[in-house]
């Protein structure tokens, strides 16, 4: 099916699909939940699963706000309360818990994790944080320092280098410019059930088995990237 018969489904659904079309979208965004494999021994199976689901409701919401959005009255957008705003900013909260969702579950679980010194991934962490050691000790800092939310290593385009952020929730303080490559959910629900409140604990045991080959790839496109927009 189509994207943008899927799209129309879930407007048909919601009650949305108008009889009238004029000052209307039709162009809503779907997103479909990706499959993952995580065959991590730091994490319970319980909890994969459920962390899973969660991901599929961040979808589903963010699915249906985009069709709300569709037939959404802009001529009432302000800035103090308007129905409108509010799709917008959930539209970021879920769009953005989507992405980083799925690229979490994407680089980790490596249980033959390795990283070898003539690695892109390598030379980057040790060229920006002056050290692997430094990179991994910044690491660990941004996780227990986020307030729910998630630690990227990114390429910041402006900077031109890469550099560790602390997110908190999934749309606040999240960076302009930046290309993530390694990325650790530290929200508690991450966690909770095998580590109850030691983020630090969990996300050492995460980082033993951070999937590189797909961490050297993400490198290397954010490197390509780089040298397209004239910083190389």
């Not at 679980?109 to 030379?123: K, V």
Request: hydrophobic letters at 40%; a negative charge.
């Amino acid at each position: 099916m189509k994207k943008s018969e899927v799209a129309k489904n879930i407007r048909q659904s919601l009650g949305l699909e108008p009889t009238d079309t004029k000052g209307t979208l039709t162009e809503s965004l779907v997103a479909q939940p990706k499959p993952f494999s995580v065959p991590t021994e730091a994490l319970s199976g319980e909890n994969i699963r459920n962390h899973y689901s969660l991901y599929e409701q961040y979808i589903k919401d963010f699915n249906n706000i985009s069709a709300h959005l569709d037939t959404a009255d802009r001529s009432a957008a302000n800035s103090n309360h308007s129905a409108f705003r509010s799709l917008k900013i959930d539209e970021t909260y879920n769009l953005n818990a989507t992405y980083l969702h799925e690229l979490y579950f994407a680089n980790i679980g490596d249980l033959q994790s390795d990283l070898t010194m003539d690695t892109l991934s390598f030379m980057r962490l040790e060229r920006d944080f002056g050290g692997f050691d430094a990179w991994q000790m910044d690491f660990l800092a941004c996780a227990s320092a986020s307030r729910n939310g998630w630690v990227v290593t990114g390429l910041n385009l402006y900077t031109q280098t890469y550099m560790n952020f602390v997110i908190d929730s999934h749309n606040i303080n999240v960076p302009m410019g930046v290309v993530p490559v390694i990325v650790m959910d530290v929200w508690q629900h991450a966690y909770y059930k095998d580590y109850l409140k030691d983020v630090e604990k969990y996300t050492i045991n995460m980082m033993k088995e951070l999937n590189w080959k797909v961490i050297e790839k993400r490198f290397d496109r954010a490197d390509r990237m780089l040298q397209a927009f004239g910083g190389q």
